[in-house]
């Protein structure tokens, strides 16, 4: 069965590191998309893709990239971890309708 | 910009009875869908149903159904019997029919008392 998979599930780093996120999907989608999403609060998009070479900024990028050389894998790095970015992070890939959704990644900064 | 809006931050219901969850949005386009989404404590996001805009039929899923009033920009969830399993956040999420991305509202909290 196709699936959307994110590694590593938890992740604590400190202030100043760069960390790198992954997020691999088999559906074979275009779009692809990731999101934080804070205590209580809805989710936020970091970057998104619509295509191998295609990133685009989302309302809360700063701070963080993209890049995607294929289809399956759009990796999220974020430069120098700062503690406001604390959270739980979702990649999610969509084709024409709905969004499907990684299991979530919870990462802390120290 | 497209904004989502849920006004209810947290509901509780009985089990077996019915609630319904408020959405309304805000939109200059024509062609989109929109989507309600179920977040159980296990963060998962899981698709409930989904409207495209040009339907004049709401849709159902089981126990869910929806009430879109596309002049309103409304679209409430309805869940009827309610179980213990559906304790979870909901999201209401928009999406224009071109483009991929979608816009979610901050969720609404519901929790089902046995």
């Known amino acids: 069965d196709a699936e959307i998979t994110q590694s590593p599930r938890h992740k604590i780093t400190e202030t100043g590191r760069q960390v790198t996120l992954a997020c691999h999907q088999t559906?074979?989608?275009?779009?692809m998309f990731w999101y934080r999403q804070d205590l209580g609060h809805g989710l936020r998009l970091i970057h998104y893709?619509?295509?191998?070479?295609?990133?685009n900024k989302g309302e809360v990028s700063d701070g963080y990239s993209v890049s995607r050389s294929n289809t399956e894998d759009l990796p999220l790095t974020l430069e120098s971890a700062a503690s406001s970015q604390t959270s739980v992070y979702f990649c999610?890939?969509?084709?024409?309708?709905?969004?499907?959704f990684g299991p979530g990644t919870r990462l802390t900064v120290l | 910009a497209q904004t989502v809006t849920q006004s209810q931050p947290e509901m509780s219901v009985q089990e077996a009875e019915t609630v319904t969850l408020s959405c309304t949005y805000d939109?200059?386009?024509?062609?989109?869908?929109l989507f309600w989404y179920k977040q159980p404590p296990s963060r998962q996001m899981i698709l409930v149903i989904r409207?495209?805009?040009?339907?004049?039929q709401n849709a159902t899923e089981n126990r869910f159904s929806v009430n879109f009033q596309k002049a309103a920009k409304s679209f409430s969830l309805k869940i009827s019997d309610s179980q213990l399993g559906d304790t979870a956040m909901y999201f209401c999420?928009?999406?224009?029919?071109?483009?991929?991305?979608?816009?979610f509202g901050d969720g609404t909290t519901l929790t089902v008392k046995p």
């Open positions: 999610a890939s969509s084709d024409t309708g709905e969004q499907f």
């Open positions: 559906w074979n989608h275009n779009n």
């Open positions: 893709s619509y295509g191998v070479q295609d990133t």
């Open positions: 939109t200059s386009e024509n062609n989109y869908y």
């Open positions: 409207q495209e805009a040009y339907k004049q």
């Open positions: 999420a928009f999406m224009n029919f071109n483009a991929g991305k979608s816009t």
